[in-house]
Nanobody
Framework: QVRLMESGGGSVQAGRSLRLSCAVH????????LTWFRQAPGKKREAVAG????????YYADSVKGRFTLSPDSANNVLYLQMDSLKPEDTATYYC???????????????????WGQGTQVTVSS
């Protein structure tokens, strides 16, 4: 049974850092794409950062460019998201999405992913 396990969320003050991790369990192949989405209360879920795990492609939303950094561990199907200079507007539940055994036409397309994690909460106070 395939599961995505997210960890690393928490509560921090603005300007601090957090590192999220997303690990794929129960899948014997190489993940194609792993992407972080987030959803703040009352808002639509949005794509934050995505990585093609066996290629150098990395994508970031404009709102996090220069502050968030992806580090894929393709050998272990793990994706890390280093979040620096956090802002209150980064407060959200962060979800990991995986495309396993399928292609993704556009990294921001939610329907392109076939597995999702349960989410991890990130709260940034001012």
């Amino acid at each position: 049974q395939v599961r995505l396990m997210e960890s690393g969320g928490g509560s921090v003050q603005a300007g601090r850092s957090l590192r999220l991790s997303c690990a794929v369990h129960g899948y014997t192949g190489k993940a194609n794409v792993l992407t972080w989405f987030r959803q703040a209360p009352g808002k639509k879920r949005e794509a934050v950062a995505g990585a093609y795990m066996t290629a150098p492609n990395r994508y970031y939303a404009d709102s996090v460019k220069g502050r968030f950094t992806l580090s894929p561990d393709s050998a272990n199907n793990v994706l890390y998201l280093q979040m620096d200079s956090l802002k209150p507007e980064d407060t959200a539940t962060y979800y990991c999405a995986a495309a396993l055994g399928i292609s993704v036409p556009w990294w921001k397309l939610e329907d392109a992913y076939n597995y999702w994690g349960q989410g991890t909460q990130v709260t940034v106070s001012s």
